[in-house]
C-alpha cells in the first residue's frame, strides 16, 4: 500500500504541498452557478444543461450529446446502445481505469483485457486483430470466441493520459467484423486523433467531468454519438426511460443518470477555458521533457505524429537500472518531500474485481504498471513548483545512481 495525500475533508493542503491534479477554477464559474441558484433552476432540466452538450458536441466533433451524471454513468449506457448483452464479451483496454470494464460487467458482459502498445501505452490495435483472428470463429452470423462460447460484441478502447489510441487501424477491424466502437475518452477531452476530436470518431464517445479531468464539474460525464437514434435512446435510458411524463409510464428499466443544471453551468464555465487549459497542460509537459529527458533511465511520455495529445496526466518511466531507483520507491522519496505522485492502474487482467482465467497476456501493460510514475501537472502548477519536482526527481536519482 502506497501512502497518498492523508487530510481531512475540506482542510486546506499542507503547505509546501504539490498535488498530483488539482481543479482549475477562475472563469465564469461562479457567476453561472450562482444564475441557477437565483433563478431555482438546480435539478437535472435547464438551459445550461444544453448549453453543455452543445458545446461538448462541437468540440468532440459530434451531433449530439447527453450529459451524464458521471463518466462511468456514460460508458454504461454507450455499451447499451451498442447493443451488448448478458454474457457476451467486450475488447477493452487492459491498462485502464477500472470504470470500464466494471461497466461491461454492469450490462451482463465480460471484458477480454487487450494489451497496450509500448511507443504511446495505448490498446494495441495488432492485439485486437491478433485475438479476432486466431481466437474468434463466425457461428450463425455471429463472432464467436472459440475458447468461451461467447459473442464477441464491441471494442471499448480508452485513450489514457490524454492521448489518443490508434483508432483508423482500429475502426479497419471493427469493420471487417461488424463491431461498434465506443471511445472510451474520459482522459481525452481536446486531444486529436489526425485532426479529429476524441470522443467523436467511434461509433459513440464517452467524457468525464470527475476532479481530476481536464475541465471538472466535481462529477459528470457526457456521452457523444453522430446517430440520432442512439442520442434520444440515451436521453431516454439516463432518465429512467420515461414514456409518459404525466402517467409516469416507463417502457423498460432506465436509470436516473443526468446530470443537474448546476454541474452544467460549472461544466460550461470550465468548457470555455478548454483551450487555455490544453495549452497549459502541453507547455507543463514541454518542461518536464526539457528537464527530465535527458537524464539516463527516464522516459519521457511520446506524442505520436498523427496525435496532438493535452498530456492529461504527465507520465514517465523509470529503468530501475539506469537510475538505481524503483518507481514506487520513487513516489515513497518525493512523498517525503511532500510531492504527490502516482503509478498507473493495476492492469484489469490482474484485477482481482476481474480475475478470470480467461485473460490474454499483457506483458506491455505490466512492465508499465511497474516502471510508470505520474506527475504533479494541474493546469495551474506553478512555474516555481515545478522546478521543485523537477530538483527533486535529479536530486533523488543522484544519490541512488551513483
Ligand atoms: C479511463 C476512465 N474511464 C472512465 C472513468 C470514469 O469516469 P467517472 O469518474 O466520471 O465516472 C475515468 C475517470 O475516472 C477514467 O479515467
Excluded at 526539457?290 to 496532438?308: K, N, R, V
Aim: proline fraction near 5%.
Amino acid at each position: 500500500m502506497i501512502a497518498t495525500e492523508q487530510r481531512a475533508p475540506g482542510a486546506p493542503p499542507p503547505e509546501d504541498f504539490v498535488p498530483l491534479i488539482v481543479p482549475e477554477i477562475r472563469g465564469n464559474e461562479w457567476a453561472y452557478v450562482k444564475e441557477c441558484l437565483d433563478t431555482n433552476w438546480v435539478s437535472s432540466v435547464g438551459s445550461y444543461v444544453e448549453r453543455f452538450e452543445r458545446m461538448v458536441a462541437e468540440r468532440a466533433g459530434a451531433k449530439f450529446a447527453v450529459a451524464t451524471t458521471n463518466g462511468t454513468a456514460a460508458l454504461h449506457i454507450a455499451l447499451l446502445l451498442a447493443g451488448v448483452e448478458q454474457d457476451d464479451e467486450v475488447l477493452v483496454s487492459s491498462l485502464t481505469f477500472i470504470a470500464p470494464a466494471n461497466t461491461i460487467r454492469y450490462v451482463g458482459a465480460w471484458p477480454v483485457f487487450i494489451d497496450a502498445e509500448p511507443s504511446y501505452w495505448q490498446i494495441d490495435p495488432q492485439r485486437i486483430a491478433d485475438f479476432l483472428e486466431r481466437d474468434c470463429v463466425w457461428r450463425n452470423g455471429a463472432l464467436i470466441r472459440k475458447a468461451t462460447g461467447r459473442r464477441v460484441r464491441a471494442i471499448l478502447p480508452v485513450h489514457i493520459l490524454g492521448h489518443p489510441a490508434d483508432l483508423d487501424a482500429m475502426q479497419q477491424i471493427a469493420d471487417r467484423y461488424a463491431l461498434p466502437v465506443i471511445e472510451d475518452a474520459t482522459e481525452g477531452l481536446g486531444a486529436q486523433y489526425r485532426n479529429r476530436s476524441l470522443g467523436g470518431i467511434g461509433d459513440v464517445g464517452c467524457f468525464s467531468f470527475n476532479g481530476n479531468k481536464i475541465i471538472t464539474t466535481g462529477g459528470g460525464g457526457m456521452l457523444v454519438t453522430n446517430r440520432q437514434d442512439w442520442a434520444e435512446r440515451a436521453r431516454y435510458l439516463t432518465t429512467q426511460a420515461k414514456d409518459d411524463p404525466i402517467e409516469y409510464v416507463h417502457g423498460t428499466v432506465g436509470y436516473n443518470y443526468r446530470l443537474t443544471n448546476l454541474l452544467a453551468a460549472m461544466g460550461c464555465a470550465q468548457m470555455e477555458n478548454l483551450d487555455a487549459y490544453i495549452e497549459a497542460k502541453r507547455r507543463i509537459a514541454a518542461r518536464y521533457r526539457e528537464a527530465l529527458g535527458c537524464i539516463p533511465g527516464i522516459t519521457t511520455p511520446s506524442e505520436a505524429e498523427w496525435a496532438t495529445s493535452t498530456h492529461w496526466m504527465y507520465t514517465i518511466r523509470i529503468d530501475e537500472c539506469q537510475t538505481g531507483i524503483d518507481a514506487r520507491a520513487l513516489l515513497r522519496a518525493l512523498h517525503a518531500k511532500k510531492i504527490q505522485t502516482r503509478p498507473l492502474w493495476q492492469p484489469m487482467h490482474l484485477s482481482p474485481a476481474h480475475s478470470t482465467n480467461q485473460h490474454l497476456p499483457c506483458p506491455v501493460a505490466e512492465a508499465l504498471h511497474g516502471s510508470a510514475l505520474s506527475l504533479p501537472c494541474s493546469v495551474g502548477l506553478k512555474g516555481a513548483d515545478q522546478d521543485r519536482v523537477i530538483n527533486a526527481i535529479r536530486g533523488i536519482i543522484e544519490t541512488h545512481a551513483a
